[in-house]
């Protein structure tokens, strides 16, 4: 049965889409210490589900995701909390854990970027996948609008994804980017109307869905440790997990479905 969370809705298709929105539309989604809490729990269990193929992760409402929630009543409510021995050791903090949760996931993760996503929240749309994004939507790192550095991973995404140049112009002017620029600069990969979003975004994640879950797998690995990896350990790796794949019936069945001249159907077996 899947977990019940107080600002997350939860939704898995037959095909195996999970969509995570984060319910606080009121707020365009900011975090709070409880959703701060659910939203890394929700993702490492939408990984370790062999229900789920692929995780969608979007807002409810006009927003992504603005961030930290910044209101003095939600700052004083955590800071009133007594910190135990495993906050007193938490070198990540909620945002490191939620880097973590996205790229260590096992299944492709889509970013569907309906409204602004700043901040944290920004961050999040970083450790994605794939990144799609609502033509009126808009990102900003934000922080420097508070005085304040990067966190959740954005200071390490974001170069990686766009180049130094353009990440340091993004951070330090923490301007707010539109759906045109962030898809001209490969930021993100598709840019929908908003009529026709949601939908797209669903068929999307369908046909990512049917694709072969242990390869999916095995091949985000491969591009997350890319990432700080020497060509000899890559190739290494390579050779190693597509040996991995060459024993799953997977394998076999595309080889049969090539042969029949017909589209494969993926278990993960």
């Known amino acids: 049965m899947t977990q019940e969370y107080q600002h997350i809705l939860v939704e898995t298709t037959a095909a195996g889409v999970r969509t995570l929105t984060l319910n606080r ?3 365009l989604n900011a975090v709070n210490p409880a959703l701060a809490e659910e939203l890394p729990s929700a993702i490492n269990a939408a990984s370790d589900d062999p229900a789920v193929r692929v ?6 409402g006009r927003g992504f995701c603005s961030g930290l929630d910044l209101d003095p009543a939600e700052r004083a ?3 009133a909390q ?6 007193r050791l938490d070198d990540l903090g909620w945002v490191g854990r939620l880097a973590v949760a996205t790229t260590s996931c096992a299944k492709p993760v889509i970013a569907a970027i309906n409204g602004v996503a700043a901040g944290a929240g920004f961050g999040l749309t970083l450790g994605a996948d794939i990144r799609l994004m609502q033509a009126d939507a808009f990102l900003t ?3 420097l609008r508070r005085g304040l550095s990067p966190d959740a991973g954005v200071s390490y995404f974001l170069p990686r994804l766009i180049g130094l140049s353009r990440a340091s112009e993004l951070i330090l002017t923490a ?8 898809a001209r600069i490969g930021l993100v990969h ?10 797209a975004v669903a068929d999307y994640a369908a046909k990512l869905a049917a694709g072969p879950p242990l390869a999916q797998t095995l091949t985000k690995r491969l591009l997350v440790d890319s990432l700080d990896s020497d060509l000899l350990t890559q190739l290494r790796r390579e050779i190693m997990l597509i040996a991995r794949c060459f024993e799953t019936e997977d394998v076999r069945e595309a080889m049969r479905a090539f042969m029949e001249r017909r589209e ?5 077996k």
């Not at 007594?82 to 906050?87: D, S």
């Not at 301007?175 to 962030?182: G, I, Q």
């Not at 494969?264 to 993960?268: I, M, N, Q």
């Open 25 to 27: 539309p009121d707020k």
């Open 55 to 60: 995780l969608v992760l979007t807002g409810a």
């Open 77 to 79: 409510a955590s800071t």
């Open 82 to 87: 007594p910190r135990g021995r495993k906050e």
């Open 141 to 143: 790192t934000g922080y």
């Open 175 to 182: 301007r707010d980017l539109r759906a045109e620029e962030a």
């Open 190 to 199: 598709e840019v929908y109307a908003p009529e026709a979003f949601a939908a």
């Open 264 to 268: 494969p159907v993926f278990t993960g």
